[in-house]
C-alpha cells in the first residue's frame, strides 16, 4: 500500500510541476509586482491625487478609493490627478396594482479620467457603472436605510472596478511607455 502512495505523491507533484511550467509560459505577470520598468504597481496607485468630490456621495467614493490607492495617505507631490464625476437613476420595478413600487434599482455611474499633474495630458479615462436592487417597504425609513445600503453597496463596487482599472493600466500601459 505504501508504493501506491509514494506513486500518488510522485504524480501530483509531476502534475504541480507541469502546472508551474505552463503558466510561467503563458505570459502571466502579478497585477500588483513589478511591471516592464521595475516599478511596482502600487507605488505608481499612490501617486494618485484623487480630486475633491461634491457631496456625501463623493465624499464615501473619494475615502473608498483614497484607502484602496493612497493607504498611506494623499501624496504630497502626486504624479498623477484622477477626477471623477457621480450620477445615479432610480427606477422602480415591482409595481402594485395600486400603482406603488415595491422594488428599486439605484444604478451608480461614475466617469473618471487620469491625467498628469504637470502638463494635464489626460492618460486614461473611463465609466464605471454599478446596479443594486433594494425592496421598498412600508416604513419610509427602512425603504431609506435598504437605498442607502445599496448606494454603499454600489459605491464599494465602483472603487474596486476604477482601483482594478488603474492598476491594469499602470502595470500594462505605464511601465512600457516609461522603459
Not at 461634491?54 to 490607492?69: A, E, K, T
Request: glycine share 8%; charged share 25%; proline share 3%.
Amino acid at each position: 500500500m505504501s508504493w501506491f502512495k509514494a506513486l500518488r505523491r510522485a504524480g501530483l507533484a509531476g502534475g504541480a510541476l507541469c502546472l508551474a511550467l505552463a503558466v510561467s509560459a503563458c505570459g502571466f505577470q502579478p497585477l500588483y509586482g513589478r511591471n516592464d520598468s521595475g516599478q511596482r504597481t502600487q507605488d505608481l496607485l499612490a501617486q494618485v491625487r484623487i480630486q475633491p468630490l461634491p457631496d456625501r456621495v463623493g465624499q464615501q467614493l473619494h475615502n473608498l478609493l483614497r484607502d484602496r490607492l493612497n493607504p498611506r495617505g494623499q501624496p504630497r507631490e502626486p504624479t498623477y490627478n484622477l477626477q471623477i464625476r457621480i450620477s445615479e437613476t432610480l427606477e422602480d420595478l415591482g409595481i402594485r396594482k395600486d400603482e406603488t413600487a415595491t422594488r428599486s434599482n439605484l444604478t451608480v455611474f461614475a466617469d473618471f479620467v487620469l491625467s498628469e499633474t504637470g502638463t494635464g495630458q489626460e492618460l486614461f479615462k473611463g465609466r464605471s457603472r454599478s446596479i443594486n436592487s433594494y425592496n421598498i417597504l412600508d416604513s419610509q425609513f427602512a425603504t431609506l436605510f435598504s437605498e442607502s445600503d445599496a448606494r454603499k453597496r454600489a459605491l464599494r463596487e465602483i472603487s474596486d472596478e476604477i482601483g482594478n482599472r488603474l492598476a491594469v493600466y499602470f502595470a500594462r500601459i505605464a511601465g512600457k511607455s516609461r522603459s
